[in-house]
């Protein structure tokens, strides 16, 4: 095996860009692994934990590109750096629309030559993202703020600006939302409907609205906030303007609150809102607490069941069973469960389930129990439950919705591990998704032990681009049992687990 490394001083590209160099570098023949990387101290760490961090690149600086290959022959290695090498370096290829059309670089140009605009979407890198937004503040634009690694001054500078004009603060690391029907950044097709959404977590939005959509119900407004929105230091900003927009909006007849419990004056400040409306509200903070007896509120900690709650109070009739798969439960050939997850809320999910089966949390980078908190995303133990989109595995990379290398990498390793019995997977379709999923999971997939139980969830409604029925046949054609519903693929897991354990 043949390593060579290169630094491409002088260059810049973003990280989807480099993604897909990456990937095209990665099916040359000959080329067991490749990656095309901005030289950062956290990718350097990534970089490390799949044995890439070679000494060559040592002398690179963070604002270098550098590409690192894995060949079987000194000449595959050779020519897969020169290509890499004339990707980085060669001008992206424009079509003839694309050539009259010269992009505006800045917002202020932008909003001069998209006159009427007025949202405006930021996916820069987290230290320029605060100044991009307030820039679009000023200008009169509703934001949503997709960049994370924002701090929490900046956040309430923002948002208190936003809510002075009257605008929306959506984030920062707002991941999805559907404005008027225009699905934003992740986000399913999903249709026009009395259901309104705020939310402070993506994929939860997500499973909440395409489960929405799947029972035929549908979605007047989606409102992310970010997922900090409810801490003590911002207040519960956008989440109490959405809500008092759902509030009084016409066309919304039930309303859906779903994210991470907030701190408890937050939760004060909500509950007093929620008193003065009849509108039916379904609340979900993924873990069990009490909420004030008020006619109009309902809790669960299932997210297909708060889509279900929705439904049935706009009097679409639900049945339950209609989510419910009976695959027998297979042989284990180990006793382990390795879960491996691009949605944070659907990892938060899943942990809140298994707790309920087993008594304790797994261990997972993202747990709230620090008896079973990993320090290192890439070390499992035991039962584990790992978000790829967290922080230490997003700065400098393409979201794992997007980019499949590291989770391919996560999942040959823990199929490398005897111990473990299960890989649990979620794949979420829809919007700013990757395009193909199966084309990246199902040559993996049939690489494993055919022993090795892989259980996906298909996040996806009818409308999505990738075409849900041709993911989830070619899933199953590879062997994985597949769930459209999140709840019950973490439960059908755990139920795997205690009979192999016979609990």
Known sequence: MKVKASILKGKYLDSVKLMLISKELRSLSGIEDAVVIMATQENREILKSTNMLVPEIEPAQETDIVAIVKADDQQSADEAIQKAENLVSSPTLKTEQEKGNRKALTIDKANLKLNGADLCLISVAGKYAAEEADKALDLGLHVMLFSDNVSLEDELALKTKAVKKGLLMMGPDCGTAIINGTPLAFANRVPHGKIGIVSASGTGLQEISATIANLGGGVSQAFGTGGRDG??????????????????????????????????????????????????????????????????????????????????????????????????????????????????????????????????????????????????????????????????????????????????????????????????????????????????????????DKELVVICHVLATEGDPQDREKQINKLQQAGAIVFTSHNEAIEFACKCLKSARRI
């Open 231 to 448: 801490k003590k230091e911002i207040g519960g900003l956008m989440l109490y303007s959405c809500l008092e927009y759902l509030i009084n909006d016409p066309e919304t007849e039930v309303i859906v609150l779903m994210g991470k419990t907030p701190a408890s004056d937050v939760l004060s400040k909500l509950w007093k809102l929620l008193s003065q409306t009849a509108k039916p509200v379904i609340v979900n903070f993924l873990k069990p607490m009490e909420i004030p007896s008020q006619n109009n509120l309902q809790y669960t900690i299932s997210l297909a069941e708060t889509a279900q709650l929705a439904c049935l109070a706009t009097g679409i009739q639900t049945d339950p069973l209609r989510l419910i798969h009976n695959y027998p439960l297979p042989k284990l050939r180990a006793k382990y469960l390795r879960g491996l997850y691009s949605g944070g809320t659907l990892c938060a999910e899943g942990i809140q389930v298994y707790k309920a089966m087993f008594g304790h949390e797994p261990y997972s980078n993202v747990g709230s129990d620090e008896n079973y908190k990993l320090e290192d995303g890439w070390n499992t133990l035991e039962d584990s439950l790992i978000d790829l989109g967290s922080d230490e595995f997003t700065v400098g990379r393409p979201h794992p919705m997007i980019d499949y290398s590291l989770r391919l990498q996560k999942i040959a390793q823990e199929a490398a591990n005897r111990d473990v019995g299960i890989i649990l997977l979620d794949v979420v379709l829809g919007y700013g998704a990757h395009p193909d999923p199966a084309s990246e999971l199902v040559p993996a997939l049939e690489k494993l």
